[in-house]
């Protein structure tokens, strides 16, 4: 396996320099497992080749970004399989999120409100006052725990491949971020 991650680095580096033939031999080696992730979280076969066709296209485009990350680092969770699926999550959530949007029923078939109801104005701006103040008090590791776990919609291990920390530190950050958020809004 170890061996398998370091051909994975090797060839993402080639691709960043540009060479097509392998970024062929990534994509053929690493797609299949890519895709039956994918399709573990979203049954839309159509949606899956589309997320994956993105994903790629991003790791042509962003090589580089990869290489100059990890210049032959070889500490485990540094590698491409971890790149790989944290651009596929988030293309994935962007996907549902669009394809969301385009289920919610067009304006016209909405009731239009000419003034918002002022409990409405008054609620949307001490909740979101409070919220933001109360995020704005987190640490910033914490902050970023909470960012790529519930905005992003990472997993634990998705997220700590993503930081770069043990899964154990985005559990406790996760909870500790979650408590002094209950704390800040009670």
């Keep these: 396996m170890r061996a398998r991650t370091q051909d994975d680095r090797r060839l993402l580096r080639r691709v960043a320099k540009g060479d097509s033939e392998a970024f062929e031999q990534l994509y053929r080696r690493t797609s299949p497992w890519l895709a039956m992730r994918l399709r573990l979280r979203c049954a839309d076969d159509g949606l899956v080749a589309e997320v994956l066709q993105d994903t790629y296209l991003t790791v042509w485009r962003a090589a580089g970004s990869f290489a100059a990350m990890s210049p032959g680092r070889d500490a485990p969770g540094d590698g491409a399989a971890g ?13 549902l999120r669009k394809q969301g949007r385009r ?17 409405e104005d008054a609620l949307a701006g001490t909740v979101g006052d409070e919220l933001g103040t109360a995020l704005a008090q987190l640490a910033p590791e914490l902050r970023a725990v909470l960012r790529a776990m519930v905005l992003d919609g990472h997993t634990v291990q998705e997220t700590s491949v993503l930081l770069g920390i043990p899964e154990g530190t985005v559990k406790s950050r996760a909870r500790r971020a979650r408590n002094a958020m209950r704390e800040a809004l009670s």
């Excluded at 289920?103 to 409990?119: G, N, Q, R, Y």
């Design 103 to 119: 289920l919610e029923k067009p304006a016209e078939v909405l009731p239009t409100l000419s003034v918002p109801a002022a409990e």
């Design 83 to 95: 790149w790989l699926w944290t651009i596929a999550a988030r293309r994935l959530v962007d996907a």
